[in-house]
């Protein structure tokens, strides 16, 4: 079966094999024990507990990093690589806090999929629903995994009715639970016919699993109690009847999801959920790009940036940049043209994300996520390719919702806020706003923690202590038109008129009243609420 729409070409083997997705869930619904049993079937790691290990070793170097711990949110994105049966999968992580809705937004622009992980005791929470929205945005498809069956939880069809009704999209069991709560045995894998039984004295063991011919095969009772037996096969039956079958061009198409019941932190559906991935889940998938998409499977070159992150190590002040591939076969060394800018970049060090470690990607395909270390060049939204001028699409900056002045503790460091707010500009961690009357800085955000995060990080990655301050104005909005009508509009409104990192005109104010009357004012003017980036 070919995973993808039914009117593309083959993809090569390289490229078919490969499942990029990220995974999106609430905070606490187990999101990041279950990325680790990922990597630890993977073979990436060898042990469970080597993700957290890592992170807390990593805590330790910044209050940055503890203050992600405090609050029990991720705030940094990273991609990770791994193999599973026959399939390289690309994870990419997306920070699970609404603060930083901006940045899996555009994490979610270089996926192809997304793992939905929920709770079974909780169903659909706030943060899900809002991530799975900007899912829908862009049709990815989704595949969901029911977490912490091991304990209480709710009843099975409670649960997939609360997705149909608030997700507005059609779910089909894909395994279904036996048991609940402390009689929690394991599931039947309706897509394979097997009964996997879940070990709770080893956490790490992969489940037993049996073969089974149907689900009147006798078997089911030698393994199954009785009543438990008598009330799944009764659930089974109704879910026949209720739900839709499985139609893989569906779930393609974003527009049902199919659901696994599994315990992560049990090591338990995990295997499952990776064969639904690697067998419903979409190969790369084209790009839009103007003036045309870019196709997986054409020959050059071609991928984008979809994110920053600067002093990833603070001795070495680098800067990475995640690229998404998003055609052809890269080998390292190659030399792409830059197409903001269009010079030549020669790509000598990109790096390839393993769970462990960073290692030299001496090779990527479309689909595949690599880092490549740079002095400030790249920018979201760039685009690589072999020499035509293609410009990936659809990321998004939005306008700030929340605007803060902001002064270096010590006033004759000026300069170096200016270096340290542009960097993290540039990274898509605030925007910056430097008003065309007086001195200083604006910094919008879209949610508060952002503020403190940049706070943060000003001091401890360039020593900085700094202080936000009220601003007078709470909404920004970039400015477009003729370049006559625009500065005119510009003079007559100086004290409204900022710049934003890239040198664009902002408009600044705290009135919708404001931007109405320019609207009316203006009519050649165009006030604008979000920016594409490129
Ligand atoms: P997140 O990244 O989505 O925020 O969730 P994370 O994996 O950190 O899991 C949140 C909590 O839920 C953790 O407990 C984790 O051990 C627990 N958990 C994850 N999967 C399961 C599961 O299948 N069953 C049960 N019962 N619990 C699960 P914690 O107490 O916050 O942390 P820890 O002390 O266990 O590390």
Redesign the pocket.
Known sequence: MSNTASNRPELPPEIARRRTFAII??????????TEKFLLYGGAIQMAGQV?AKGEARRTRSDFMKMEQDR?I?VSASAMSFDFSSFRFNLVDTP?HSDFSEDTYRTLTAVDAAVM?IDGAKGVESQTQKLFEVCRLRDLPILTFC?????ESRDTFEIIDEIQENLAIDVTPASWPIGVGRDFIGCYDLLRDRLELMDRADRNKVAESIEINGLDDPRLAEHVPADLLDKFLEEVEMAKELLPKLDPQSVLEGHMTPIWF?????S?GVQELMHGIANYGPEPQPQTASPREIAPEEKKVAGFVFKVQANMDPKHRDRVAFVRMASGHFKRGMKLTHVRTKKPMAISNPVLFLASDRELAEEAWAGDIIGIPNHGQLRIGDTLTEGEALRVSGIPSFAPELLQGVRAGDPLKAKHLEKALMQFAEEGAAKVFKPSIGSGFIVGVVGALQFEVLASRIELEYGLPVRFEASQFTSARWVSGEKEAVEKFADANKQHISHDHDGDIVYLTRLQWDIDRVGRDYPDVKLTATKEMM
């Open positions: 869930s609430h905070p606490d619904a187990g999101k990041t024990t279950l957290r029990g991720s699970g992980v977490n912490k069956m091991d304990r599994g315990s992560a932190i049990n338990f």
